[in-house]
Nanobody, 131 residues
């Protein structure tokens, strides 16, 4: 069974940086795919933040372009999200996501946003940005 564990969330001031990490276990390389990160703030819809495909191509929601960078570990079982120049509107619970489907990065971004049952995610890690 695929399990994802996120870490790295914290409380920071606006303009600060954080790096989120995700470790996947019970993960079979050709049956599961780490696809990206989504976030959800209280009272707001889930939002796909950053996605990456098996070839390393990436996609980002417009609000984080130029500030966030997604990357995968060489073992394909880890995922990171480097977040720079954080803003108060970035405050949310951040989740690492995996799927049984090999999708393009833009497709993964949309799936994380629109499909409530797209695959697997962890318990999340909280990011709070104060002004």
């Amino acid at each position: 069974q695929v399990q994802l564990a996120e870490s790295g969330g914290d409380s920071v001031r606006a303009g600060g940086s954080l790096t989120l990490s995700c470790k996947a276990t019970g993960y079979t390389y050709n049956d599961h795919f780490l696809i990206g990160w989504f976030r959800q703030a209280p009272g707001k819809d889930r939002e796909g933040v950053a996605a990456i495909d098996r070839d390393g191509d990436t996609a980002y929601v417009d609000s984080v372009k130029g500030r966030f960078t997604i990357s995968k570990g060489n073992d394909e079982n880890t995922l990171s999200l480097q977040m720079n120049n954080l803003k108060p509107e970035d405050s949310a619970m951040y989740y690492c996501a995996a799927s049984s489907h090999d999708m393009s990065a833009p497709m993964s971004l949309g799936v994380m946003r629109d499909d409530p049952d797209f695959g697997y995610w962890g318990k999340g890690t909280q990011v709070t940005v104060s002004s």
